[in-house]
């Protein structure tokens, strides 16, 4: 499927009714929540590739993009819905309560999110109740089928959408992503406090764009002042998992809808990535 082409699969999953269904079994891997306290950080490109990552191990992975105000995964992976939805009537339809929404199989992986859903330049417009439901729907009814690994791509903050997914999702830890600034630490400082009340585990911090390497000399060159230590996460007991440099092919390919790994497998970058699973899912069982 091409940038423009429409997404059929998972745009109006409208199956016959199941009254009486008691719903999907439930997951039976780890759900691994990827949030920051602010956007620009790099946490959707974290999610995508760390998925990728995990299922190039030989897993069966899901990913989930629950930001419903700016989901960015169907651009990476070129998966865009040109058509917009006039009106939203699955909240209004008793029958369409128990619709099941069918993942996308991308580059390895099952796939789904709200901009499946919606038009590419369309805005989620709708009353807290209608956002609430879609959440609803993207936790619950999606047939993922047996899995290893479900990342979900959380919006950034510490809003009613992130609590509720993390009270339906029931993870099994959150990864915490960070830009080298000391207001994407303050603000991630947050997101941490907001897990830790909800009993959810930080299973650690990546801190992403954290320096340049000069075209030139091949050293590393800070982007970004030096993030007080009082005001970094790790200040706060998160531990670090991964340090990402800023890497302008990573946006590139992002931007052709080609992820890194499937892109440049055998960079130094995606093997930061490689080594980041690995420390995430002996996080997870561990």
């Known amino acids: 499927?091409?940038?423009?082409?429409?997404?059929?699969?998972?745009?109006?999953?409208?199956?016959?009714?199941?009254?009486?269904?008691?719903?999907?079994?439930?997951?039976?891997?780890?759900?691994?929540?990827?949030?920051?306290?602010?956007?620009?950080?790099?946490?959707?490109?974290?999610?995508?590739?760390?998925?990728?990552?995990?299922?190039?191990?030989?897993?069966?992975?899901?990913?989930?993009?629950?930001d419903v105000y700016a989901p960015d995964i169907p651009l990476m992976i070129n998966l865009t819905r040109t058509q917009h939805r006039k009106r939203w009537p699955m909240y209004a339809n008793p029958r369409l309560r128990s619709a099941r929404l069918e993942p996308v199989e991308r580059f390895g992986l099952k796939v789904m999110s709200a901009g499946f859903l919606i038009g590419e330049d369309q805005s989620l417009s709708f009353p807290a109740s209608s956002v609430q439901f879609v959440l609803n729907q993207l936790a619950q009814q999606v047939q993922w089928g047996e899995l290893d690994y479900l990342i979900v791509d959380l919006p950034p903050?510490?809003?009613?959408?992130?609590?509720?997914?993390?009270?339906?999702?029931?993870?099994?830890?959150?990864?915490?992503?960070?830009?080298?600034?000391d207001a994407a630490h303050l603000d991630a400082k947050k997101v941490v406090s907001m897990f830790r009340e909800q009993g959810v585990p930080v299973l650690g911090g990546v801190e992403n764009m954290h320096s340049l390497e000069c075209p030139h000399c091949h050293r590393d060159?800070?982007?970004?002042?030096?993030?007080?230590?009082?005001?970094?996460?790790?200040?706060?007991?998160?531990?670090?998992?991964?340090?990402?440099?800023?890497?302008?092919?990573?946006?590139?390919?992002?931007?052709?809808?080609?992820?890194?790994?499937?892109a440049a497998p055998e960079s130094a970058q995606a093997e930061r990535f490689r080594a980041l699973a690995e420390r995430v899912a002996a996080r997870c069982h561990g």
């Open 221 to 262: 060159v800070e982007i970004f002042p030096t993030v007080r230590p009082s005001r970094a996460i790790w200040a706060a007991g998160v531990e670090r998992l991964a340090e990402f440099p800023f890497e302008p092919r990573l946006a590139q390919e992002a931007e052709r809808g080609r992820p890194l790994l499937v």
């Open 1 to 66: 499927m091409g940038v423009d082409d429409p997404l059929q699969p998972a745009i109006d999953p409208v199956a016959p009714d199941h009254a009486g269904d008691p719903g999907l079994p439930p997951l039976a891997g780890s759900v691994i929540l990827v949030a920051s306290g602010k956007g620009g950080v790099g946490k959707s490109t974290i999610s995508l590739n760390l998925a990728l990552a995990l299922a190039q191990k030989g897993a069966s992975v899901g990913l989930l993009d629950a």
């Open 157 to 181: 903050g510490t809003a009613d959408v992130q609590q509720h997914l993390a009270f339906l999702l029931r993870p099994t830890g959150a990864l915490i992503v960070v830009g080298s600034q």
